[in-house]
């Protein structure tokens, strides 16, 4: 029987995605929700390793460059 993910709070829907990695229809759920978000910032992907291994400081600085904008 399916969990109703429609039902379940963000975290519990990620929880279970983590938990129930194959279920397919959990993780479109959860990416249904996520692309949901009013405050979801959109970036391209990165371009290089160097930009992957700074990651974090790349998302902060989206993240400030979106919170400017708004």
């Not at 194959?22 to 009013?38: I, K, V």
Request: net charge negative; no cysteine.
């Amino acid at each position: 029987m399916q969990p109703n993910f429609l039902a379940m709070s963000k975290k519990e829907l990620r929880n279970y995605v983590l938990n129930h990695r194959d279920d397919e229809a959990a993780f479109q759920a959860y990416m249904d929700r996520l692309h949901a978000q009013e405050n979801r910032i959109k970036h391209s992907a990165v371009d290089s390793w160097d930009e992957l291994e700074n990651y974090p400081e790349l998302a902060q600085k989206l993240q400030r460059e979106s919170s400017q904008q708004s």
